[in-house]
């Protein structure tokens, strides 16, 4: 069952272009993370905040990514990082046109 997880914490910039170029190794460093589908990233300038949501092919995968960024983003001096994990419900998602994978 897919898992997706939605991410974020308090951020100051660089924002869209910028942090386009900015965050780009980390991006494709990402894309390398056992089990991940795919990642939105977000980002809200007026609020002062950056995250994603990400769709994990299983909750083991989903658990030990969020760990691991968890951590990385506290490293880089991110004061807090909210998380939270949601089952997938495929039925209802197709209707919807999501892309909630297999």
Do not use: C
């Amino acid at each position: 069952m897919s898992v997706l997880l939605q991410v974020d914490f308090p951020y100051a910039g660089p924002w869209g272009d910028t942090m386009s170029e900015a965050m780009r190794e980390l991006a494709e460093s990402i894309a390398r993370e056992p089990g991940l589908q795919w990642k939105i990233w977000t980002e809200n300038r007026d609020a002062g905040e950056a995250g994603g949501i990400y769709l994990f092919a299983d909750r083991t995968s989903a658990e030990a990514y969020l760990r691991m960024h968890r951590a990385r983003l506290l490293g880089f001096g991110v004061p807090r990082v909210n998380a939270k994990l949601f089952d997938v419900n495929q039925t209802l998602s197709a209707i919807d046109r999501a892309p909630a994978g297999e």
